[in-house]
C-alpha cells in the first residue's frame, strides 16, 4: 500500500531565549496534515525540523526542499501496525504557513509600499491609477494569479540589470514597480550594484573604464558570489518547488490580517466616536453585563478592555467582534453598526471550531462566497 502524507510547514522568527531578552532564531517546523485537528493542536506532533541564528531562512528552506523531493522520489518504507503489512510513504508540501512578513519572505514579495502588493494576485498599479475612483475599486478584486516562473524571471531581469550603469536607480524602479524581490539574493545584488558604482566612476585624470571591461568584471564577481551554482539554483528554493505553488499553498495569516488588522483598527475609530461622546462609560457597562455563555472564547473584561483600549491583542478582538452588534445599539452611527455587521460575518466564517455537517457547511460557504 502506497500512502501520500500531506506536509504543513511552519517558518517563523523566534527568541532563543526563554528570558525577554530577544535572541533571533530561524525556525521551520513540520505537521502531518493527515491528523485530525485536536491532534495538530498538540505539541506533540509539531516536529522540529532545524534551527540557526545565523543561516537565512531561505537557506535552511533550500536544504529542506531537497530532503523533502530526494524522500518523495524514493519513498519511505514503514510498517502499518493496523494492517500489518509493509507500506510506503509519499510526502508533498500541502502548504506552507508564516505570518505576513513571513509570507512576503517566502514568495519574494517586496512588502506593501510597491506598486503590485499582493503576495497571491497581481491586484494594485501605480499610484495615480490607485488614487483613481476605476483603480481604487478593483483593489478589493482578485487579480490574476502570480505564477511562480514569472516571478523567476523578474528575479533574473534585476541581476541583469546589475551590469547596466545607473543600475541603483534602475533595480529600486523594478521592484517598486513589480513587487519582486529575492531576499535570499539580495546581499549579492547590491554586492554587485556597489561594484559597478565604482567601476563608473569617472575620477579626474584618468580615462573612464570601457562598459565592456565593467561588464566584465561584474560578471566575474557575480560568478564568483554565486560560487559555482547557476542564478536559477540559488534563488528562492519555493518560487521553483516541483507541486508547490507558493502563491496559492499559503494561507492567509487570519491574526494579523483581520483581528490585529481590519478589527484593530476599526475598534480604534469606534472609540473615538464614544470618547467624543462621552459614551465610553455606557459602552463598559453595556459591556459588563453581556452574557457571555455562548462564546467558545470569553475574552471579555470589561474593565481591562476600556481601560486599556490601545494595547488589545487577538483574543479580545476576537471576542468583541462577535457581541460588539449587541453592546453598541443606539450608541454609534448606523454606518458604524454596519461595519460590525460585516466583521461579525466575517469573523465567524474564519474561526468555525468545529463543523457538524461538512456537506452543510461547504454548501453554505459557497453560497455565502457567491
Known amino acids: 500500500m502506497v500512502y501520500n502524507v500531506p506536509l504543513i510547514i511552519f517558518m517563523d522568527d523566534i527568541s532563543g531565549n526563554i528570558s525577554k531578552q ?30 540557526s541564528p545565523h543561516a537565512a531562512l531561505m537557506e535552511l528552506m ?67 491609477y490607485k488614487e ?50 529575492d531576499l535570499i539574493l539580495l546581499c549579492i545584488l547590491h554586492t554587485l550594484i556597489d561594484l559597478g558604482k565604482k567601476l563608473h566612476k569617472w575620477e579626474a585624470g584618468a580615462p573612464a573604464v570601457p562598459e565592456s571591461q565593467v561588464r566584465e568584471a561584474l560578471e566575474k564577481e557575480f560568478a564568483s558570489l554565486l560560487q559555482g551554482a547557476d542564478l536559477e539554483d540559488a534563488i528562492n528554493p519555493l ?29 480604534a475609530q469606534m472609540v473615538f466616536l464614544l470618547e467624543k461622546a462621552k459614551l465610553l462609560t455606557t459602552f463598559q457597562s453595556c459591556l459588563d453585563s453581556i452574557d457571555r455563555d455562548g462564546l467558545n472564547a470569553p475574552s471579555l473584561n470589561a474593565e481591562y478592555i476600556c481601560c486599556y483600549k490601545g494595547g488589545l491583542v487577538g483574543k479580545h478582538f476576537k471576542s468583541l467582534a462577535q457581541v460588539m452588534l449587541f453592546v453598541i445599539h443606539d450608541l454609534v452611527p448606523q454606518h458604524v453598526m454596519d461595519g460590525w455587521t460585516t466583521i461579525g460575518e466575517l469573523v465567524v466564517l474564519l474561526w468555525h471550531t468545529e463543523i457538524n455537517d461538512t456537506e452543510e457547511y461547504l454548501v453554505s460557504h459557497l453560497t455565502l462566497s457567491d
Open 239 to 267: 518560487l521553483g518547488m516541483k507541486g508547490v505553488n507558493i502563491h496559492l499553498d499559503m494561507p492567509t495569516e487570519v491574526l494579523h490580517t483581520i483581528l490585529l488588522g481590519v478589527v484593530k483598527y476599526f475598534w
Open 132 to 181: 483613481s475612483d476605476a483603480g481604487y475599486s478593483t483593489l478589493f478584486k482578485s487579480g490574476s494569479h502570480h505564477v511562480p516562473e514569472r516571478m523567476i524571471n523578474m528575479i533574473k531581469e534585476q541581476f541583469c540589470i546589475t551590469m547596466l550603469s545607473g543600475a541603483t536607480e534602475k533595480v529600486r524602479m523594478l521592484v517598486s514597480t513589480t513587487g519582486t524581490q
Open 62 to 128: 533550500h536544504a529542506m526542499k531537497e530532503s523533502i523531493l530526494n524522500v518523495a522520489e524514493l519513498g519511505i518504507i514503514a510498517w502499518d501496525c493496523k494492517d500489518n503489512e509493509e507500506v510506503i510513504l509519499i510526502p508533498h508540501v500541502l502548504f506552507v504557513a508564516g505570518d505576513n512578513p513571513m509570507r512576503g519572505e517566502e514568495c519574494s514579495q517586496a512588502g506593501l509600499n510597491c506598486n503590485y502588493f499582493c503576495q497571491t494576485c497581481e491586484v494594485g498599479g501605480n499610484k495615480e
Open 22 to 51: 530577544w535572541n533571533k532564531h530561524h525556525v521551520i517546523y513540520m505537521l502531518n496534515a493527515n491528523l485530525p485537528c485536536e491532534m495538530l493542536e498538540q505539541e506533540f506532533y509539531v516536529q522540529f525540523v532545524t534551527s
